[in-house]
């Protein structure tokens, strides 16, 4: 989520941060026209517009099956294939929103995670009374994190999902690792993170209309590697492609999908089943974690942060606003 990538050195925590600001590939999905360099496209072609013509369908590309899914459809599923975080600290960004254990705030009775009769999940941030804050570590905001208990390596993996538009929401569709460290100084222990979709309101630094992507490796982050942020370089065609890249979004209110393809090859973010993102594997043959670390099982996270580092402080007018999940599908060969 965000790029919580972050480690301790002699107690101080460092974070790992990418916003509109930050250099980026970008692509104009019109024209399939781009070129290598800070906010400006490049692709080695059009990406294409995904197998499925059917947003509801998704945009799973040919040759790839469904191995898991949750359509949120099934209390019994939600708690059997997810677990809940909890807590109020501990997040990385100085966030503002006390995470409530199995999606439900015992002292109000309120749920920051429920399904719906339209077989959806809400995951919903509320801001709380004062007299409840004695239950949030002092925090005025109550909210959900969710990880699946399954974890995998190598897919296609999509969500198809409505964003709230309240100033200082920040929702994330993302993947941290199974097993092992999340973000650590030696490179042949580091840990990594996938992030599929964040998207923060937080005007004028982040418009409401840009949703980001990103592969974050010790050698490719800025605070990996001692700052050297060395991108992943095409191993063939020597080109550069940020670990971090993001595209405008129309109407995120909406109904969209957000998928990932990720391969030992390359990983690659779609929107609505055009391709966005791209980096490739700089060494395709070798075991290189700092460079490489996505060939191990990384487990799918949801979650609806409020404030903090990134998503900035929410108005004083707010009260409540919904992330909306109609479902979340593994795909593999």
């Not at 109550?142 to 399954?150: A, E, G, V, W, Y």
């Not at 929702?171 to 100084?185: E, R």
Request: with cysteine; net charge negative; glycine share 10%.
């Amino acid at each position: 989520m965000k790029h919580l990538l972050f480690f301790i050195l002699s107690g101080c925590l460092i974070l790992a941060s990418c916003s509109g600001k930050d250099p980026v590939y970008w692509y104009n999905p019109e024209t399939g026209t781009g070129s290598a360099g800070s906010n400006v496209p490049y692709y080695p072609e059009k990406p294409g517009s995904g197998s499925s013509t059917n947003p509801t369908d998704g945009y799973a590309p040919a040759g790839y099956n469904l191995v898991w899914s949750d359509e949120f459809t099934s209390a019994t599923q939600l708690y059997s294939d997810w677990y809940f975080e909890s807590g109020g600290t501990g997040w990385g960004n100085g966030e503002l929103q006390y995470y409530c254990p199995a999606g439900t705030f015992d002292a109000t009775g309120q749920k920051t995670a429920a399904l719906t009769s339209d077989g959806t999940l809400k995951i919903t941030a509320y801001k709380i009374a004062d007299q409840y804050k004695a239950y949030t570590n002092g925090k005025s905001y109550i909210s959900t994190r969710m990880n699946t208990n399954k974890g995998w390596m190598h897919g296609y993996i999509e969500m198809r999902a409505k964003l709230p538009l309240s100033k200082g929401m920040w929702p994330a569709f993302w993947m941290l690792l199974k097993d092992g460290p999340y973000w650590v100084l030696d490179p042949s222990k580091t840990g990594a993170e996938i992030d599929i979709m964040e998207y923060v309101v937080n005007p004028p630094d982040n418009p409401k209309d840009v949703i980001y992507f990103s592969a974050h490796s010790y050698n490719a982050t800025p605070e990996g590697a001692e700052g050297k942020n060395s991108g992943y370089v095409d191993p063939q065609t020597h080109v550069k492609y940020a670990y971090c890249q993001w595209v405008k979004i129309n109407k995120p209110e909406e109904w969209h999908c957000y998928g990932m393809e990720w391969t030992h090859e390359f990983i690659r973010g779609l929107l609505d089943g055009v391709e966005y993102f791209y980096v490739p594997n700089p060494k395709p043959n070798e075991v290189d974690l700092a460079t490489w670390p996505f060939d191990q099982v990384f487990n799918l996270k949801l979650n609806l942060a409020v404030g903090g580092s990134w998503g900035g402080e929410p108005a004083a007018t707010f009260t409540e606003d919904s992330y909306e999940i109609d479902w979340v599908r593994v795909f593999q060969k």
